[in-house]
């Protein structure tokens, strides 16, 4: 019992990691394909998740929702595909605050500050050691020589 309880406990990790890498993605990238894998991500997350609570209560509904939720994600991710491909073709960017003219009215417009620019990096010259002294050599070098 202890052993099913860690294969639990690891398999529901794993299933936040995945939920949590998800929704990071999900809220902080702009572009509608990496938007679309994100949720994808979470989805997975979640149907790991339920993997696990039907294995650990030796049940099979977890196993047949996860089925029944894969099955409707494809089907998802064929209408979302078709979806971007349009919104890209009409637009020819795939950023999501481009579509924002289509919110409704009385929503506020959200405004993206560009990041400001960063100087540009000061030139780093490259180094010499100072003439006259040898520069410090590994002991096994010395010792094995091993171009020689």
């Known amino acids: ?9 690891n398999l529901l990790f794993i299933g ?3 939920f949590g890498l998800g929704l990071v993605g999900f809220l902080c990238r702009r572009n509608m394909i990496v938007m679309f894998l994100c949720a ?8 790991l ?4 609570w ?6 099979w509904g977890g196993q047949l929702l996860t ?12 209408i979302a595909l078709a979806l971007v491909v349009m919104l890209y073709n009409a637009s ?18 959200f ?10 990096p000061s030139a780093r010259w490259p180094r010499l050691t100072p003439a006259g002294i040898e520069p410090a050599q590994p002991e096994e070098e010395i010792a094995f020589r091993h171009h020689v």
């Not at 039907?54 to 049940?59: A, L, P, Q, T």
């Not at 020819?92 to 417009?109: M, S």
């Open 16 to 18: 936040a990691v995945l």
């Open 111 to 120: 405004f993206d500050d560009e990041l400001p620019e960063l100087p540009p």
């Open 54 to 59: 039907g294995r650990y209560h030796n049940d």
């Open 49 to 52: 998740s339920l993997v696990a």
């Open 92 to 109: 020819g960017k795939l950023d999501i605050a481009f579509w924002q003219k289509t919110r409704e009215d009385n929503l506020p417009a």
């Open 1 to 9: 019992m202890a052993n099913e309880l860690a294969i639990l406990q």
């Open 67 to 78: 089925i029944f939720i894969l099955t409707v994600a494809a089907c998802e991710a064929g």
């Open 40 to 47: 994808e991500m979470m989805l997975q997350g979640v149907s």
